[in-house]
């Protein structure tokens, strides 16, 4: 029997969550990784029960983890009946296994738990087929310690040593031609999708762009006066949606694209590749950005660095500050003589900061409540009637 991708579909289970504190990342943005972690556990259906970190250079070759702080884990994981234990980042292989033949529990890392999110938020043959993708090109090198269900999967051989390796090759055989069909299919679709943008002539095009879970879709329905899929999950979307929007007398094409996330799996830009045309081709980007979340700083610098990678870096952009309303900060006295830190800033002061000096447009704004809404019509007005009048200069008279 072919084999498919490991499905680890555990809901309504508990959890542990375990990341480093090193160079790259110390105690603070050590604690909001996990923070991010949890969620993404509570979205995919875990409840997360405690997190750990320990401070190493770099992470064991062996376990990721030192041996005590493993003996702690493997303590609490016993005493706490816990199903689960999710690494903060991608763990080798053999760190894998070892970690599983130690603690005999389920070991996620951050690349599996957003794929098997994906898994369960694709609802159409193209994105099943882009994760699908994604999670074979990560099996592939991970077969070895994946013996075990393989082989159940063939109802028990019993082979063991030789036969086994040779099963091994015959397993990585069948992925890597399972990828190039996937791959194919893939090809299929994106020519299709290229047809379909195409086809769309030669209106502006304008995309939704952001961190996971900062509004977009709630910005689509509220512009296209559609009813796309919104939820206060991460990856709620993933298929693009497009809708032709209309405002004042300029028509123009919206889109809505799948969520940044930081360590997005390298297996899924590439296997998103078609989706995120839809951004690398539009004409405006709308940078959606959740000014209540603590760290929204850094998650404009992911997004910026993606869209970067992907070629999107130069498209005109608004930078839209969503969920004002959710805006909270601590008043410090005037005798209060610690530092100030971005918590301690009103909505006000934030904008007499950094964003003063921005050349895009810079606007606040709450879908939720629609608040500040006509100022963000007013402007993707303006800057869609720029884009308009460059290319069709002999066609604007109604404005």
């Given at each position: 029997?072919?084999?498919?991708?490991?499905?680890?579909?555990?809901p309504?289970?508990?959890?542990?969550?375990?990341?480093?504190?090193?160079?790259?990342?110390?105690?603070?943005?050590a604690?909001e990784?996990?923070?991010?972690?949890?969620?993404l556990?509570?979205?995919?259906?875990?409840?997360?029960?405690?997190?750990?970190?320990?401070?190493l250079?770099?992470?064991d070759?062996?376990?990721?983890?030192?041996?005590?702080?493993?003996a702690?884990?493997?303590?609490?994981?016993?005493e706490h009946?816990?199903?689960?234990?999710?690494?903060?980042?991608?763990?080798?292989?053999?760190q894998?296994?070892n970690?599983?033949?130690?603690?005999?529990?389920?070991?996620?890392?951050?690349?599996?738990?957003?794929?098997?999110?994906f898994e369960?938020?694709?609802?159409?043959?193209?994105?099943?087929?882009?994760?699908?993708?994604?999670?074979?090109?990560?099996?592939?090198?991970?077969?070895?310690?994946?013996?075990?269900?393989?082989?159940?999967?063939?109802?028990?051989?019993?082979?063991?040593?030789?036969?086994?390796?040779?099963?091994?090759?015959?397993?990585?055989?069948?992925?890597?031609?399972?990828?190039?069909?996937?791959?194919d299919?893939?090809?299929?679709?994106?020519?299709q999708?290229?047809?379909?943008?195409?086809?769309?002539?030669?209106?502006?095009r304008?995309?939704?762009?952001?961190?996971t879970?900062?509004?977009?879709?709630?910005?689509?329905?509220?512009?296209?006066k559609?009813?796309?899929?919104?939820?206060?999950k991460?990856?709620?979307?993933?298929?693009?949606?497009?809708?032709?929007v209309?405002?004042?007398?300029?028509?123009?094409?919206?889109?809505?694209?799948?969520g940044?996330?930081?360590?997005?799996?390298?297996?899924?830009?590439e296997?998103?590749?078609?989706?995120?045309?839809?951004?690398?081709?539009?004409?405006?980007?709308?940078?959606?950005?959740?000014?209540?979340?603590?760290?929204?700083?850094?998650?404009?610098?992911?997004?910026?660095?993606t869209?970067?990678?992907?070629?999107?870096?130069?498209?005109?952009?608004?930078?839209?500050?969503?969920?004002?309303?959710?805006?909270?900060?601590?008043?410090k006295?005037?005798?209060?003589?610690?530092?100030?830190?971005?918590?301690?800033?009103?909505?006000?002061?934030?904008?007499?900061?950094?964003?003063?000096?921005?050349?895009?447009?810079?606007?606040?704004?709450?879908?939720?409540?629609?608040?500040?809404?006509?100022?963000?019509?007013k402007?993707?007005?303006?800057m869609?009637?720029?884009?308009?009048?460059?290319?069709?200069p002999?066609?604007?008279l109604?404005?």
């Amino acid at each position: 029997m072919k084999p498919t991708p490991v499905s680890t579909a555990i809901p309504n289970h508990s959890c542990i969550l375990v990341g480093l504190i090193n160079k790259l990342q110390d105690d603070g943005m050590a604690q909001e990784y996990l923070e991010e972690l949890a969620f993404l556990a509570e979205t995919y259906g875990l409840e997360t029960k405690k997190w750990y970190t320990q401070k190493l250079e770099k992470p064991d070759k062996a376990t990721f983890i030192g041996k005590g702080k493993l003996a702690e884990i493997k303590a609490y994981i016993t005493e706490h009946l816990i199903d689960v234990v999710i690494f903060d980042d991608e763990l080798s292989p053999s760190q894998q296994r070892n970690l599983e033949k130690e603690l005999g529990k389920k070991i996620l890392d951050r690349t599996t738990l957003i794929l098997e999110i994906f898994e369960q938020r694709a609802q159409t043959a193209h994105a099943k087929t882009q994760v699908q993708l994604a999670q074979y090109q990560y099996m592939l090198p991970r077969l070895t310690g994946m013996w075990t269900h393989l082989e159940r999967q063939r109802g028990g051989t019993g082979t063991r040593g030789g036969a086994g390796e040779k099963e091994i090759e015959t397993d990585r055989r069948i992925v890597r031609d399972k990828i190039a069909l996937l791959k194919d299919r893939l090809k299929e679709i994106d020519k299709q999708m290229a047809t379909q943008r195409k086809n769309r002539g030669e209106m502006v095009r304008v995309a939704l762009v952001g961190y996971t879970n900062v509004g977009k879709s709630t910005v689509m329905n509220l512009l296209s006066k559609s009813n796309v899929f919104a939820e206060n999950k991460l990856f709620a979307t993933l298929d693009t949606t497009v809708r032709k929007v209309t405002i004042e007398n300029l028509f123009f094409l919206l889109s809505d694209t799948v969520g940044f996330i930081r360590k997005l799996p390298t297996e899924l830009v590439e296997s998103f590749k078609s989706t995120l045309d839809e951004v690398r081709e539009a004409d405006l980007l709308i940078h959606v950005v959740d000014i209540s979340h603590k760290n929204f700083e850094e998650h404009i610098h992911v997004v910026k660095q993606t869209l970067q990678d992907i070629g999107a870096g130069d498209t005109p952009c608004i930078l839209l500050f969503n969920k004002i309303d959710a805006f909270t900060y601590v008043h410090k006295d005037e005798d209060d003589l610690t530092p100030t830190l971005r918590e301690n800033l009103s909505l006000a002061e934030i904008k007499n900061t950094w964003m003063k000096s921005l050349n895009n447009p810079c606007l606040f704004i709450s879908a939720q409540k629609k608040e500040n809404i006509d100022e963000l019509k007013k402007t993707i007005y303006e800057m869609v009637k720029t884009i308009h009048i460059k290319r069709y200069p002999y066609n604007n008279l109604f404005y």
